[in-house]
């Protein structure tokens, strides 16, 4: 075993947005093979620090380092960074005017410049892998909002990312539909995805997570195992949340 | 009266029998007119609603100065602008080119806001997900944003296509022998200018009318592939 490899590190990051300070001095890491659920109340800063981490967002101070290498925005090319960095969103953003396998294989075949062949094959094994084989031909609005969200996870699986991040992935989801989503990303923390997620799900958090962090008003004020910070959380801003959320 | 108007028809039936061959090449120009500067226009149209959705500054400002010229000023005098800059002097274009590139220069300007409006309905979240695989910027508005938003200019796009046909009117005043020019051409020489005017007019409706049958054949066809 040896060491354990960092996939992804924040150092004393910092953002604003105007006047809005929304990311104040944040550190963690994430170490291979680990499922890191962040949970905080709305507005706490979540999406801003996962949109951060792959650039979308542009900090203002601080490091973002991926596995190990502190990447500047300036001189690295962004692109191929967030290639390694797969995201899911809330409301899945699945390209309307393509078909499944076509968003699958959009960015292997535009980005990565996989032959189109090749990229219809592994398309199809990772539609296979969550559950949607059949759905191949069919654009995203005949698809509910829970097999939307599983393309959407394919799309992304499809640059074979090394960490995957997770914004609140099923919340806009009826709440028959959120099992099959939950179910499709504890397959893949089981096959050793590093995962970053922000989610009210505390069943999947206990079930996958090795850490889960508690983040308000722009701080990281706790962290710990699922069963350490749900069932003895320290800080009372953490009891009063998971009091308001239970 | 009434039995003056039904001849009154039978009289303009009569005359748009006869003027047909001329109407006809008339209507030729007019289309190869429309065709040609609103081709033009949807390129000119769609680079400056480019240049406006980069956001930087400069660009933003060209793009703005030039749609804010072309509001500004009648679509007749940037047609004689156009003639007698582009006509005359050193360049020597033809009347026909000068018009077609007014007349584009023009409806471009109108077709940049038509795209710009179009490209920003399409919500943050697609520009996000072509960033998120790796794409550039570039390939991003190219293949995710442009599709889709070209299907929702479509209909103010066909609006703005019927517009940029009867506009080519104006192109009479320079002489090009269009449907409107040869209308009141043969209705002064013919002293007979109210009828020439009203077979003008059911060209234009004609055109008008196939026109609008196009544009929402290609609605309806890119409705299916969605
Ligand atoms: N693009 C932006 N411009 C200005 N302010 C923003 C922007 N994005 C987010 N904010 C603000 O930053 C703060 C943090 O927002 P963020 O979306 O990160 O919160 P969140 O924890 O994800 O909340 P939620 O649970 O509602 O998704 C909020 O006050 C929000 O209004
Ligand atoms: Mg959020």
Redesign the pocket.
Known sequence: MGEVKKMIEARKLN?Y??D?H??KDIDFSVDENNVVV?I????????????CLNFL?MKNSGDILIEDKSIDPKKSDLNKVRQKVGMVF?HFNLFPHKSVLENVIEGPTQVKGTSKRQAIKDAKELLDKVGLADKEDVYPEKLSGGQKQRVAIARSLAMRPDIMLF??PT?ALDPELVGEVLETMKALAKEGMTMVV?THEMGFAREVSDWVLY?HE?KIVERGTPSDLFDNPQEKRTQAFLSSIL | MFIDFIHYLGHLWEVFIESKGIFLDATVLTLRLTVLSIFIAIFIGLFFALLKTTGVKVLVWIANTYIFLVRGTPLIVQIFIFYYGLSYGPLQISGFWSAALGLAFHNGAYIAEIFRGAIQSIGKGQTEAGRSIGMTSWKTMKRIILPQALRRALPPLGNQFIIGLKDSSLAAFVGLAEIFNVSTTMGSADFDFMTYLLISAVYYLILVFLLTLLVSFTEKKLAVSD
Do not use: H, I, P
């Open positions: 953002k947005f105007g809005l929304v990311l962040l905080g109340a709305s507005g706490s800063g979540k999406s801003t620090l996962l949109r967002e809330q914004d609140e919340s922000v983040m722009g």
